[in-house]
DNA sequence: AATCGTTACGAAAACGGTTGAGATTTTAGT
DNA sequence: ACTAAAATCTCAACCGTTTTCGTAACGATT
């Protein structure tokens, strides 16, 4: 009923408990026909090593924390797919919590984590997370973190990103190829990184193809659980504000697809009165109608990177080496769909 | 750098181990002034225990695991949501597993997490699971285990489902009552129980309403990854089949989404010509157009209520008691959208 | 016969906390 | 003053493994 443990092994077979620690993990100084004899009893009895035991003789929990700010996103869940696959592969099991953007929760989650004693922590901020004590504490207890996606330049660490200014840049540069004059862009919350950077490639491919940059075709939204009646909300002040625009570049896909409702439902055509460009590339993206041209943002790869980053950095820790601080940058690609056709 | 233990503040105070160790624990048997000394020396310290010392003592985990078919998943990406925040509130970490829908993984991880001795296990079935001795396995060790969503009848243990018979019986009669007279389905793999349950509601209904039930009017899909492809697919054999059919009900929403597809581009007009209801409510479906009916199926309060479930057997294994099964059903209600409008 | 080197195993400490059973001191009751 | 009863604290075992160090046995070497 209960587990057996070595204890229980060694007392059938006569010998100490040692041994069969040691048989079992094929130590030299144990002879061979005793290491069969415990290796036969072991799996006769189904032995399976206390992890609770080794993990606190070992020191190590063979757990990795994550963090996010939510688990029910096509982005995310993508993130998570491809660090709960690279874990299982080298044994680490992954814990997940959700910071709901909330800095004050990240801060609680992150102490959890810290408490549970994971070996590592690969994490995406919150939005609204400026100030980055909370973060600096891990560093403090030798655990190796890793940030994705929201980074923050504030710390030292290794980052797994994709050039969104670069990205944007496509993107914008995209509908100029395309014919576009005048180019409106849905930008994401003012603090976090990438979408300062996807604003900032925006304008840089404006101004390098001669096309004017007007702040006040920038619209702002929060990109949270919203995202989708904002992006109508934010089509439906564009079109009463600029009946000029053919163009929009969008910071997250699930905000174009609100645009596109609201374009759709003003009888605005897309793409002969206005194309759009979305970013991440979501699955619905590809089966609304019109399908939506967007950047795909390599979730899984992602998720993949940032556990084999943190891997690699729990490994040197353990051999007491110096870190070394990689900042990983995932290449984007547009994908080209209806509504720039 | 490295964590405060007990000792640590034992010799700084001149007093025992388990002294500190009672008084942060509130014992009664520990002076008042004690308590105090104790108490704000380990939180000038940032006294944290260490889970895997309390875990190995205590022989718990505080932590359950979660076993799905398929992280990116709107449906489960929202159960893991649910069972995430509700094991949070309840001191519970959960490590996620995916099986891939492949019932050797789905061995493998039950393993995983037996040998990491979670408190508990929270798993919807992969398609391809008929028989469960690896499920049985769980029992033995005394270890509770929920089942939700993809549940089966061999085994007796909680379960968390809805009502698919029921409810499949209410999407095909919202199509009957909008007035279609021949009904086609698209139904899921041949093996899970509530791909089962919604081809009989489907059946059910029809027979109620004076229908007559054909079964070349029954299409198979697996519903995995290529689930939009296989809508399109199974819409354009429909279609070549079956000229006459004026509704279907589709066991996914995505698959819907493909066929949906598929009927716009043949030109065949959605509500006009024939009506689709869908199955889950997957965001997706209400933002997309035609935006489609469908059943919604609370991803979110299954993975609470799974949760809860399986802390009061937690609760209940840990007195001694014996638990006793539930057959959890939650309501599901029609969406109705401009599919069936 | 003393020394040495192998080989094969065991004893015991450690990891960091928990907890019941004493031990010691203080307080109360007569 | 003497004892019973509280009140407070310490001991020590324990959870299941890992790992260092010690040593017994035995044949080989000098």
């Given at each position: ?236 002040k564009l079109l009463e ?8 570049f969008i910071n997250t ?89």
């Amino acid at each position: 009923m209960k587990p057996v443990t070595l204890k229980q092994i060694a007392e059938r077979l006569n010998m100490s408990v040692s041994t069969v620690s040691k048989a079992l993990k094929d130590y030299p100084d144990i002879g061979v026909d005793t290491k069969k004899r415990v290796r036969d009893l072991a799996r006769s009895l189904n032995y399976k090593p206390n992890s609770l035991a080794v993990n606190l003789r070992t020191n190590e929990s063979k757990t990795v924390g994550l963090i996010i700010p939510e688990i029910v996103h096509h982005f995310f869940s993508n993130v998570i797919k491809g660090i709960v696959s690279r874990a299982e592969k080298k044994g680490y099991l992954v814990i997940i919590l959700q910071s709901d953007e909330s800095n004050e929760l990240e801060r609680k989650q992150i102490e959890l984590l810290l408490n549970q004693r994971v070996d590592g922590i690969i994490i995406s901020l919150a939005n609204d997370t400026d100030q980055c004590d909370h973060i600096e504490g891990v560093f403090k207890q030798q655990i190796p973190l890793v940030m994705f996606d929201k980074v923050s330049k504030r710390i030292d660490c290794s980052k797994v990103v994709i050039d969104d200014r670069k990205a944007a840049y496509e993107a914008t540069k995209h509908l100029i190829d395309k014919g576009c004059k005048r180019i409106a862009h849905f930008r994401g919350a003012l603090t976090p990184l990438n979408s300062i950077d996807r604003f900032m490639g925006y304008r840089t491919a404006l101004l390098d193809h001669g096309l004017e940059f007007d702040p006040s075709l920038v619209y702002i939204c929060a990109c949270d659980d919203r995202s989708f009646e904002e992006g109508k909300e934010n089509a439906k002040k564009l079109l009463e504000d600029h009946r000029d625009v053919d163009g929009v570049f969008i910071n997250t896909d699930l905000v174009a697809i609100g645009a596109l409702t609201e374009f759709k439902n003003q009888g605005v055509r897309v793409p002969e009165d206005i194309k759009v460009v979305g970013f991440s590339n979501w699955f619905m993206s590809s089966v609304i109608s019109p399908s939506l041209t967007t950047i795909d943002q390599p979730g899984f790869r992602m998720g993949e990177t940032a556990f084999d980053q943190l891997f690699i950095e729990i490994e040197t820790l353990k051999k007491g080496k110096d870190l070394i601080f990689k900042n990983i940058e995932l290449e984007t690609k547009l994908i080209e769909r209806e509504t720039t056709g």
